[in-house]
C-alpha cells in the first residue's frame, strides 16, 4: 500500500523559513518524479514545484523561483521543500504528489499518490 505524508508545515513569520518533508512508503520512489503543490482558501490547486526521476530536474513556479528549494533523498524516500523569505501569499495548504507521467516538459503531470496536505501559514 502506498503512503505518502507530509511534515514540517506551520506559522511562521513573513521573510522567515520553513521546511517540508514528504515521506513516501510502498512505491520505487526514485521511479517517480516529486511534486509539491499548493491550494490557498478559495483558490485552484497550483504546482509549486516538481523533481523528476534519474537527473533530478527541477522546475519552479514563477512565485516561488529563487525563495523555494525542492530536493530529494532517494536513499530515505524523502522529498524536501525548503522555503525562504516566506511571504503571506504563500500560505495554503501543501501537498506532496507522485507522478510517472511526462507530458510536454512536465515530470509532475496528473499525479497518481497524494498526500493528505499540511497547512502553512505566513504571517504578515
Known amino acids: 500500500q502506498v503512503q505518502v505524508a ?3 508545515g506551520g506559522l511562521v513569520q513573513a521573510g522567515g523559513s520553513l521546511r517540508l518533508s ?3 512508503s510502498g ?3 526514485d521511479n517517480y518524479a516529486m511534486g509539491w503543490f499548493r491550494q490557498a482558501a478559495g483558490n485552484e490547486r497550483e504546482k509549486v514545484s516538481c523533481i523528476s526521476w534519474g537527473r533530478g530536474s ?3 513556479a514563477d512565485s516561488v523561483k529563487g525563495r523555494f528549494t525542492i530536493s530529494r533523498d532517494n536513499n530515505k524516500n524523502i522529498l524536501y521543500l525548503q522555503m525562504n523569505s516566506l511571504k503571506p501569499e ?3 495548504m501543501y ?3 507522485a507522478s510517472t507521467t511526462y507530458v510536454n516538459g512536465d515530470y509532475c503531470h496528473a499525479p497518481v499518490y497524494w498526500g493528505q496536505g499540511i497547512q502553512v501559514t505566513v504571517s504578515s
Do not use: H
Open 6 to 8: 507530509e511534515s514540517g
Open 58 to 60: 527541477t522546475v519552479y
Open 95 to 97: 501537498y506532496c504528489a
Open 22 to 24: 514528504c515521506t513516501a
Open 90 to 92: 504563500d500560505t495554503a
Open 27 to 29: 512505491l520505487s520512489f
